[in-house]
C-alpha cells in the first residue's frame, strides 16, 4: 500500500497563471476528498467525490477552481488566474466508505506560493 | 469556518509527562478523528471514536467523547520529542455528510 502521493510538493507561480495539481489516492478508494490549509489554521474542506462523481463543493470553491476525478482513480485540482489569496497547503485524502465509519486518509500536500 | 476549537492553542511540556488537549465542536457528529500533522507537511491519522462510544485507547493515546458538551480531549501519556506536532481534532457531519471539519490545532512541543 502506496499511501495517498500527490503532484507535484511545492509549486511557485506567478499571479494570474494556471496551476493544476495532481492527487493519486490509495488504489480500492472509492472517495476522494480536496482540502485547502493556510498557515496556523486547520484543513477546511473543498470538494469530494465518490468514484468519478463530484458530490459536494465548498463555497470556498470559486469558479476559478475546478477539479476532476475523471475515471474514479486519480484527480486533478486546477486554479485558473492564480491570486495571492490562493497560496496555501493542498491537501487531498482519500478513504472506501463503509457503513458509516470512514477514516480519511491524507497525502503529503502540495504547498502553493503565488507571487 | 472552522468546527470548532482547540485548546490549547499551544503546550510545551517536558518529555517522560502527559500531554492534553481538548476539541469543542459545535453540531451533532457521526464520529470525531483526531490527526497529527509534522511542520509543514501531511496529516497522520490517529485514532476515530463514533458517536456512540465514550473513551478508546490506542497505544499511548486515550480519546475521550462528552456528545452532551460537544468536546473531546486526547491524552498523550509517556510523551516523546517525536511526539512534537500540531494536533488536530475533525468532526463529520449526520446525514451522510463526509467532508471533514476540522478545528484550529494544538501546538504540542515535547522538551528534551
Known amino acids: 500500500d502506496t499511501g495517498v502521493s500527490q503532484d507535484p510538493r511545492h509549486k511557485i507561480t506567478k499571479r494570474g497563471q494556471n496551476v493544476t495539481f495532481r492527487c493519486d489516492p490509495i488504489?480500492?478508494?472509492?472517495?476522494l476528498y480536496w482540502y485547502r490549509q493556510t498557515l496556523g489554521q486547520g484543513p477546511e474542506f473543498l470538494t469530494y467525490f465518490q468514484n468519478e462523481a463530484q458530490l459536494e463543493k465548498s463555497r470556498l470553491l470559486s469558479d476559478r477552481f475546478s477539479a476532476e476525478r475523471p475515471k474514479g482513480s486519480f484527480s486533478t485540482l486546477e486554479i485558473q488566474r492564480t491570486e495571492q489569496g490562493d497560496s496555501a497547503m493542498y491537501l487531498c485524502a482519500s478513504s472506501f466508505s463503509d457503513r458509516g465509519e470512514e477514516t480519511q486518509y491524507f497525502g503529503p500536500g502540495t504547498r502553493l506560493l503565488v507571487l | 469556518s472552522q468546527q470548532g476549537e482547540e485548546d490549547p492553542q499551544a503546550l510545551s511540556i517536558q518529555e517522560g509527562e502527559n500531554a492534553t488537549m481538548n476539541c469543542s465542536y459545535k453540531t451533532s457528529i457521526n464520529n470525531l478523528q483526531w490527526y497529527r500533522q509534522n511542520s509543514g507537511r501531511g496529516l497522520v491519522h490517529l485514532i476515530l471514536?463514533?458517536?456512540?462510544?465514550r473513551e478508546k485507547h490506542s497505544g499511548r493515546l486515550r480519546v475521550t467523547l462528552d456528545t452532551s458538551k460537544k468536546s473531546s480531549s486526547l491524552l498523550i501519556t509517556a510523551s516523546r520529542a517525536a511526539d512534537t506536532a500540531s494536533y488536530f481534532c475533525a468532526t463529520d457531519g449526520i446525514q451522510g455528510a463526509q467532508k471533514l471539519v476540522f478545528g484550529q490545532g494544538t501546538r504540542l512541543t515535547i522538551n528534551p
Open positions: 471514536i463514533r458517536s456512540n462510544e
Open positions: 488504489s480500492e478508494h472509492n472517495r
